[in-house]
């Protein structure tokens, strides 16, 4: 059963992170560190810790540069 940290984590994941909208520009137009301070912002106002989403999916940076590039990956597929 997944933690509510973790169900904050794949909630904020999907609605927050999106491949680049711009025709042929090279990875995602959002910044990671951004998108990681408002993560940690968002989950603080749900009471859930920084630690607590790291205990889950590991450092928070990575994780979303990680999806950043599977969703810029798939949208790339996508226009093929």
């Given at each position: 059963m997944p933690t509510k940290?973790?169900?904050?984590v794949d909630?904020?994941?999907?609605?927050?992170?999106?491949?680049?909208?711009?025709?042929?520009t090279p990875?995602?137009?959002?910044?990671?560190?951004?998108?990681?301070?408002?993560l940690v912002d968002g989950a603080r106002g749900q009471g859930i810790t920084r630690e607590a989403m790291e205990s889950e999916v590991g450092n928070?940076?990575?994780?979303?540069?990680a999806k950043l590039?599977?969703?810029?990956?798939?949208e790339k597929d996508r226009r093929k």
């Amino acid at each position: 059963m997944p933690t509510k940290a973790r169900e904050y984590v794949d909630f904020w994941i999907e609605n927050s992170v999106h491949a680049a909208e711009q025709y042929g520009t090279p990875g995602a137009s959002q910044n990671v560190k951004e998108l990681v301070d408002r993560l940690v912002d968002g989950a603080r106002g749900q009471g859930i810790t920084r630690e607590a989403m790291e205990s889950e999916v590991g450092n928070l940076a990575e994780y979303i540069k990680a999806k950043l590039g599977a969703a810029n990956q798939d949208e790339k597929d996508r226009r093929k």
